[in-house]
């Protein structure tokens, strides 16, 4: 019975603690863009309230009686739940400025859900640790259930709760979820009262393959390895979701799934038997982590299933190895909060040093390598300390030594390879890829596989195909944006993620051609065409038009500016418009009379607080890399860009995207509002268009106007009628379903 109640209750607990994640997260997203750091910071926020969970349960367990810690939990959970329902304060969001997103960001959670989520974060160790004091079994056990409700929760949201409920009933669902768990504290409080206290003697003692004590001289070396092990995985969680979701797209499935396989590791790393032994653990991360860096250095980008399965099978075995070596360290039961305070206090530390001390320091995604070689060394963590070649510090030179000079040899090659004027990026690939291979036939020495493979992703990120011939590079909340020149400076790109944003020619007399996505044969240029270059005369006349863009990327648009034209842009990230004004010149050579305004802030929250029937064409080319803000393709951001429309204007939409099938998406919400929409699909590109930098395009053209879209499809017979195929839904703010989108 009181093994029942205990593990139910932590169960429950758990749950609500890793539901309520994805909903607040998905509740802050639109306000900020749908920014992949948006999840960082969400994930460091609650990390944060789970160490002060056991913080607090460490220190009321060792200082309160048992039934005084349970009237206090008591308390707790009323106070809690007199500051429900959860909500996000959307004006202090709005007021954020890009300086201040991730503090900003912090004080708005603990603001909104600090409370609540604290109390839930106390409740794991707390329960083990009055079950430990009623004299049961090992209640490291418990641990089990405190992981299978968090990973039910995590994985429920995106295929059970996300998909049918709306977002005020998500939180509903919480808040009468949370009314539930002070039942079960209460039951457990009863069954308390009901119960002896072991006296300390006759108290649970740790199990029988748990380490004897550290000495007092070595416990701090104890804790510091606990806190390595746990800061590991949890940077290289962060790591993995950040890399998925910028190129995706940053959506609770792609939150929960990385962070169901973290959880689950603890599953596996804790439980009493253990099917894998820890040699095939080793290996298996070994193997993770070597086709990782292949698919890094080769800058693999799809198919999008590949990707994601490559980095999650790598980021699992990682999480159970590091888990692993902390089950084997566990301490007796007497200091089992301070353990899971210790293991909180690393996986905090990871979650700060992802979300805000990388991304200040690095000008690239430099602490991804860095916490796959860390967890590299966690194998290291495994082996008994009297296994050949791990405590000799002669032998741990030699591997560090060996490491480096592997990714040395890399580097040069690379730098050799370039002067004699090698094809770049395979010789690059030969070289990497042959260095990898090299590093995991020593994967039995851990600590010269791990410096090994750290060195070799960290140069590969500075002198491969993406680090070369970079004019300007700059990080911020949102990504590492990147211009960088081609073909011996015939070109300037801008580059987010691995997707490129804009071109320019450099050659002054046709800077202004459009390029890429907006290249005049393709759809763009029969929506937007024809090009009036300076000093032309247009073969018929030209009315002035007031455009809207959402998204600027380089200004490359503006590229079929008229004369007398108005272009207004609406831009979530200054970044991207220093970049468009201090590196490209399309914004600042417009056509005669035409001009161009800037909106610094998200789309939706400007258009809505703009004028109504202000634009002739409004064009959504949002982009975070290859990923979409999903909060821009809603029945809501859709009634926002009809408001700032004239009657029978033209609503555009780009939709190229190498992960997503977006046409159905499109077409449900152009049905739901009453437009009519043909799109053009130009996947064929000659070689000629591919030698002049055109790239393949999705566009949908959207109107009320019949007569508009006749004269669009007119000019080229591949533009068809878009309908949403049978039971396709309508995205709202309250539901959207990215899985059934995704082109696997």
């Not at 990385?258 to 894998?276: D, E």
């Not at 949002?622 to 926002?640: C, G, K, N, Y």
């Not at 004239?646 to 977006?662: D, T, V, Y």
Request: hydrophobic share 50%; proline share 5%.
């Amino acid at each position: 019975m009181i093994l029942r109640t205990f593990a139910v209750t932590i169960f429950v607990s758990a749950a609500l603690l890793f539901a309520c994640q994805p909903v607040v997260a998905r509740m802050i997203l639109p306000l900020l863009g749908g920014a992949p750091a948006v999840w960082i910071v969400c994930s460091l926020c609650f990390q944060a309230l789970v160490l002060l969970g056991y913080l607090y349960a460490h220190l009321v367990g060792s200082r309160l009686s048992l039934k005084a810690q349970v009237v206090a939990q008591l308390v707790l959970i009323a106070v809690a739940i007199a500051l429900q329902p959860v909500r996000i304060d959307e004006a202090l969001v709005v007021s954020l400025t890009s300086k201040s997103y991730s503090l900003g960001v912090l004080a708005v959670l603990l603001r909104s859900v600090g409370m609540p989520f604290f109390v839930l974060a106390t409740t794991s160790p707390l329960v083990q640790r009055w079950f430990a004091e009623l004299g049961e079994t090992d209640p490291y056990h418990l641990y089990s259930a405190s992981n299978a409700g968090s990973l039910l929760a995590l994985l429920g949201y995106p295929f059970l709760l996300e998909p049918f409920l709306g977002l005020s009933k998500q939180s509903l669902a919480l808040e009468v979820g949370y009314v539930g768990y002070a039942m079960l504290i209460a039951l457990c409080a009863a069954v308390i009262s009901r119960s002896r206290v072991a006296p300390k003697s006759a108290r649970s003692e740790a199990p029988e393959e748990a380490p004897n004590e550290a000495s007092a001289g070595d416990k701090w070396r104890e804790r510091l390895v606990w806190i390595g092990l746990a800061f590991a995985p949890s940077s290289l969680l962060l790591g993995v979701t950040n890399y998925v979701t910028t190129d995706i797209a940053s959506v609770p499935l792609l939150w929960v799934v990385p962070l169901a396989l973290y959880l689950g590791s603890f599953i596996v790393a804790f439980a009493k038997k253990q099917y894998v032994s820890q040699e095939t653990l080793s290996r298996a991360l070994a193997l993770g982590v070597a086709v990782v860096a292949m698919s890094l250095a080769a800058e693999l980008t799809g198919p999008a299933w590949l990707i994601v399965v490559i980095h999650l099978f790598m980021l699992s075995a990682a999480a159970v190895v590091c888990h692993r070596a902390l089950a084997l360290r566990r301490p007796h039961v007497s200091r089992l909060t301070e353990f899971y305070l210790l293991l909180s206090v690393g996986g905090v530390l990871g979650g700060i040093w992802n979300g805000l001390v990388a991304a200040a320091v690095f000008g690239d995604l430099y602490e991804y390598p860095l916490a796959i070689a860390l967890v590299c060394l966690g194998r290291a963590a495994m082996r008994p300390k009297s296994a050949p070649g791990t405590s000799e510090s002669n032998a741990w030179m030699r591997d560090v030594g060996f490491g480096l000079a592997l990714a040395a040899g890399a580097v040069v090659a690379v730098k050799i390879g370039d002067a004699v004027k090698a094809e770049a990026n395979m010789a690059f690939l030969v070289i990497y890829g042959g260095a990898t291979i090299l590093a995991f036939a020593w994967s039995k020495r851990e600590v010269r596989f791990a410096v090994a493979i750290g060195g070799i992703l960290l140069s590969a990120i500075a002198f491969g195909p993406g680090g070369r011939d970079v004019v300007y590079k700059t990080r911020d909340f949102f990504g590492v944006l990147k211009v960088r020149k081609l073909e011996n400076d015939r070109f300037r790109i801008l580059v987010f993620g691995t997707t490129i944003h804009g071109a320019q020619k450099t050659d002054p007399a046709d800077r202004r051609a459009p390029l890429i996505n907006f290249f005049p044969t393709g759809p763009a240029g029969d929506l937007l065409g024809p090009v009036v270059r300076a000093g032309e005369t247009p073969s018929e006349p030209l009315e002035p038009r007031r455009l809207g863009v959402i998204g600027l990327g380089i200004g490359g648009l503006t590229a079929y500016a008229r004369p007398g034209d108005t272009w207004t842009y609406f831009e979530l990230n200054p970044s991207i418009v220093t970049i468009a004004k201090d590196h490209f010149t399309f914004l600042s050579t417009m056509p005669e009379n035409a001009k161009v305004e800037i909106e610094v802030g998200d789309a939706r929250l400007r258009l809505r607080e703009g004028p109504a029937a202000r634009f002739d064409v409004l064009v959504m080319d949002a982009f975070s890399s290859d990923a979409i803000p999903v909060h821009l393709m809603t029945r809501e951001a859709i009634a926002i860009n009809l408001r700032a429309m004239k009657p029978g204007g033209l609503l555009i939409a780009h939709i190229s995207n190498r992960h997503l099938r977006l046409s159905p998406v499109v077409a449900a919400l152009a049905r739901d509002a009453g437009l009519s929409a043909i799109m053009r699909s130009d996947a064929r590109v000659s070689a000629a268009e591919r030698e002049a930098f055109k790239t393949a395009s999705d566009w949908v053209a959207m109107s009320t106007s019949e007569e508009t879209l006749a004269k669009i499809a007119a000019k080229n017979p591949a533009w068809k009628k878009l309908e949403p195929p049978p039971g396709q839904k309508t995205w709202t703010d309250d539901f959207s379903d990215l899985l059934g989108a995704i082109t696997f």
